[in-house]
């Protein structure tokens, strides 16, 4: 699986989730950063996001090797969400997807 992008250690990040109005169920969003050798794993991020609402996770990016994001959309036509990945305010990844996905993010000092 290629890597889509570049987060930089200490900087911002925001993950924007938008569901279709049309979507025949909610999409499960899960993230998580793979921790450095020698330091603890950080809590995924688990987040149901139902037809036709929008979610914003943000942060600081951690001290990490990867950043890994998944989307399971439901069963049916019209499932489909709008995914902004930005650092410090800046689209590194941005795309409608209409099947379930897994983009990959490496970390850097």
């Given at each position: 699986?290629?890597?889509?992008?570049?987060?930089?250690?200490?900087?911002?990040?925001?993950?924007?989730?938008?569901?279709?109005?049309?979507?025949?169920?909610?999409?499960?969003?899960?993230?998580?950063?793979?921790?450095?050798?020698?330091?603890?794993?950080?809590?995924?991020?688990?987040?149901?996001?139902?037809?036709?609402?929008?979610?914003?996770?943000?942060?600081?990016?951690?001290?990490?090797?990867?950043?890994?994001?998944?989307?399971?959309?439901?069963?049916?036509?019209?499932?489909?969400v709008t995914?902004?990945?930005?650092?410090?305010?800046?689209?590194?990844?941005?795309?409608?997807?209409?099947?379930?996905?897994?983009?990959?993010?490496?970390?850097?000092?």
């Amino acid at each position: 699986m290629p890597i889509l992008g570049t987060f930089l250690i200490g900087h911002q990040y925001e993950i924007r989730v938008d569901s279709a109005p049309a979507s025949p169920g909610s999409s499960a969003l899960v993230f998580g950063w793979v921790p450095n050798p020698g330091l603890p794993p950080t809590t995924p991020v688990v987040d149901l996001i139902p037809p036709g609402i929008g979610r914003l996770h943000a942060g600081v990016v951690p001290s990490a090797q990867m950043m890994i994001l998944e989307v399971d959309l439901p069963n049916g036509p019209n499932a489909s969400v709008t995914i902004t990945v930005s650092q410090d305010g800046a689209p590194i990844k941005s795309e409608v997807m209409t099947n379930d996905f897994r983009w990959l993010f490496s970390v850097v000092p």
